[in-house]
């Protein structure tokens, strides 16, 4: 392995000491993983396939779990009734059906020492994976049947494909802690190939070692192992010890690095930015408050509190709004683009989708009617508050118009979609900007819209919303660039959503007969359909399905409406507004309902393969009921077998409405990479940090970043560690270096 010159030295390196240096991560991920003996073009394709394309990859292609071979036992010392690894060959393999269509799959092992039989219950794929010859590790309790030692179901890890070098392998791992690697069964990647390239990959960097930007000090605060014996212990590790001290020191790295790009954002774009401040109270502001239908509840009141001491300041307003469904962000957001308009500048809303943008267009339209605004040129010194809608569906003559009242400033607050985005679109004096559903756009976009807005340079307030809550450890990691303000509690008037889990046909058919009753006492209904794949075409065609059979079945003789995606918007707008107008008794719709839509009289739902959809997508359509004085339910119908982990969210649904206890949930259930890829493109950035279980790392590396950054987001002091944030960063966002 050549190891080539890094792509941009690390700051503060003298050219001539380069060889000498111990190797970076950026110059680890500079290498190629087919520098490594074994890894031809076939090979790198199925690594690359699973996200291995460099030996930074593979360093960190960290192993699933470890067998632990110092205490394994032969087959013919195995006790009956013990609960041990056993590895071995495998001798032959067999099937047969059983009474009711099961399968039973027989497979008899040897380790030399004796013969053991292991049955699988159902799980007819594994006569194609335990072919003969190959290597296993079985993990199980051993049982007497008719004689015979017995595993069944046990625990499976293919290690090889049987071959007289893979036999010696297992051999010279025995009494030993061993790795077991994610493997790819249709790469045909295994883990003895992983650990052998690894091992060769550490060989290699032996002789320069691999660098520890870590302070000392920090290192010895935190009682860390050096870097380099990290890298070595995860993936061989002495001891079990010394493995959970590897883990630490990795974690360790991977929310620091996080943690440290934040910080340094943010710093320096308070160092850098010039906004506007404006005056959070006046006339306007005052009217707004005393028209409002409805006492604010003290979480609003302390949000805007926040933002009005925000947007006082010179330094750009730069705060995330989270709240559960139904928690009245909206009022939030409309209490922060009046500030903007009554010091005489405007405010733009920017939602993800059409059907989003066009609600709040009329939610705000609806609590704005009768404002007026300053206006010196007009007989009475006054004009109405002026509020436009600006999205990709707009006519040409619409847009115009838009575009000439946003650019001469008689448009107060505009409410789009990326239409907002587009090059044409020039405001006047844009000072507040909220942007709904965040995760849905890119930090670039985001930017975009803020550095497009004014002529002057003067970046404007921004507040970014979201409805799905976020664990206060995601939220600290993941959103640690801005300021965060909870709505974690109901307006008044708001109940509580009654949800069921429904399987199978009788309770299918009960609950038919409930929502029958609800739209006889004058209430409407959703019916969610399955998410067939992530295509509106087949989203579409499951929607006029389910509508038609509905239609004809359980719904018969009722008012049943059909809204997907594919529909042209004014279909769309005329299907909505009947539904909110009561002319429709149900609606049939696509997950186009998630977010945004707000018709009180609807009570009941029902969500059809619901064991399809996620917790945070569940919650946030169960929230388009529940949203008047009524009483609401909403029902989850699932295949009559659906997965374990279709189960745990399912039940998790059912017996809780707190969608900050479910973020948690979810979060414990689908692990932490998901979380940074809503957030914007690019690869994972925890691979082995747990949001959930390592709480006291990401507050320890919060403290290192705060400890090491400068106050104008610089890390001078610590040279090579600015360098491998700089290489983290443009990894996960290539975009980074030319924005900050």
């Not at 194609?128 to 309790?141: D, N, P």
């Not at 010895?220 to 002495?238: E, F, M, T």
């Not at 010194?381 to 847009?399: D, H, I």
């Not at 109940?495 to 409930?514: K, Y």
């Amino acid at each position: 392995m050549n190891t080539p010159q890094p792509s941009q030295p690390a700051a503060g390196r003298s050219p001539g000491a380069a060889a000498k240096d111990p190797l970076t991560l950026r110059e680890l991920d500079a290498i190629g993983v087919d520098r490594l003996n074994g890894v031809g073009p076939q090979r790198r394709k199925a690594l690359a396939e699973v996200g291995v394309e460099s030996v930074f990859d593979l360093l960190t292609y960290y192993p699933r779990r470890y067998v632990d071979r110092t205490a394994q036992a032969p087959i013919s010392e195995a006790e009956i009734g013990s609960e041990i690894t056993v590895v071995a060959d495998v001798l032959s393999v067999s099937s047969r059906r059983l009474r009711g269509g099961r399968r039973l799959v027989s497979v008899d092992v040897t380790d030399a020492s004796g013969v053991l039989s292991v049955v699988f219950f159902n799980q007819a794929w594994r006569e194609r994976q335990l072919t003969e010859g190959r290597t296993v590790a079985l993990f199980g309790k051993v049982e007497n049947y008719r004689g015979r030692k017995q595993m069944t179901n046990p625990v499976v890890d293919v290690l090889s494909g049987g071959s007289t070098a893979d036999r010696s392998a297992s051999a010279d791992r025995t009494g030993k802690i061993v790795a077991i690697y994610p493997q790819s069964e249709t790469s045909g990647i295994v883990t003895w190939d992983v650990a052998n390239w690894v091992a060769e990959a550490q060989r290699r960097c032996a002789g320069r070692g691999i660098a520890d930007p870590v302070p000392s000090r920090w290192r010895k605060r935190l009682g860390l192992a050096s870097r380099s014996r990290a890298l070595a212990d995860i993936h061989d590790p002495p001891s079990m010890a010394d493995r959970w001290a590897a883990r630490d020191r990795l974690v360790f790295d991977e929310l620091m690095r996080v943690q440290l790009m934040l910080r340094s954002q943010r710093l320096a774009r308070e160092a850098h930015e010039l906004g506007i401040a404006h005056e959070p109270t006046g006339t306007l502001i005052e009217a707004f408050h005393r028209r409002l239908p409805y006492t604010l509840t003290g979480a609003q009141q302390r949000a805007m509190a926040e933002i009005d001491a925000d947007v006082s300041m010179l330094r750009p307003m730069h705060r995330l709004l989270q709240g559960d469904v139904g928690s009245g962000k909206t009022l939030v957001a409309l209490h922060a683009l009046l500030i903007a308009v009554q010091n005489g500048h405007q405010g733009a809303l920017m939602a993800p989708t059409e059907v989003l943008a066009e609600q709040h267009y009329f939610a705000l339209r609806a609590l704005l009617d009768g404002f007026e605004v300053p206006d010196e040129g007009r007989l009475g010194g006054r004009r109405p508050l002026r509020l436009c809608l600006l999205s990709g569906s707009s006519s040409a003559t619409q847009r115009r118009e838009v575009l000439v009242q946003v650019a001469t400033g008689s448009a107060d607050i505009v409410v789009g979609t990326h239409a907002l985005l587009e090059e044409s679109v020039k405001f006047a004096s844009l000072s507040v900007v909220v942007v709904d559903e965040q995760h849905r756009f890119g930090v670039s976009q985001r930017a975009r819209l803020r550095e497009s807005g004014r002529d002057d340079r003067r970046i404007p307030h921004l507040l970014v919303m979201t409805a799905t809550p976020i664990p206060r450890t995601a939220a600290m990691t993941v959103y640690g660039d801005l300021d965060v303000s909870v709505l974690d509690e109901l307006p008044p008037g708001r109940t509580p959503i009654a949800t069921q889990w429904v399987r199978g046909p009788l309770a299918t058919e009960s609950m038919w007969i409930d929502v029958q009753r609800e739209i006889e006492a004058g209430r409407q209904a959703y019916v969610v359909c399955p998410l067939v794949a992530e295509s509106e075409s087949l989203d579409a065609r499951s929607a006029e399905q389910t509508h038609a059979e509905l239609s004809a079945g359980a719904l018969a003789g009722l008012r049943v409406g059909l809204l997907h995606g594919r529909l042209p918007m004014p279909e769309k707008e005329a299907t909505m507004a009947r539904f909110r107008a009561g002319d429709l008794d149900a609606l049939v719709a696509t997950t186009v309902i998630e977010v945004g839509i707000d018709v009180p009289n609807a009570t009941v739902m029902a969500v059809l393969s619901a064991d399809r959809f996620g917790i945070a997508q569940l919650h946030q359509l169960r929230g388009r009921v529940g949203r008047g004085s009524h009483a609401s339910s909403c029902y989850l119908v699932s295949d009559e077998d659906p997965t374990a982990i279709a189960v745990e969210r399912l039940s998790a649904l059912a017996a809780t409405n707190d969608g900050f206890e479910l973020a948690e949930r979810d979060l414990e259930l689908r692990g932490e990479g998901t979380l940074f890829d809503e957030r914007q493109s690019g690869r994972s950035d925890l691979k082995l940090a747990s949001l959930v279980r390592d709480l006291h790392w990401v507050q320890a590396a919060r403290d290192a970043a705060a400890d090491l950054i400068t106050a104008d987001g610089d890390l001078d002091a610590h040279p090579a560690l600015a360098d491998e944030v700089d290489w983290f960063a443009s990894r996960r966002d290539p975009d980074y270096l030319q924005r900050s």
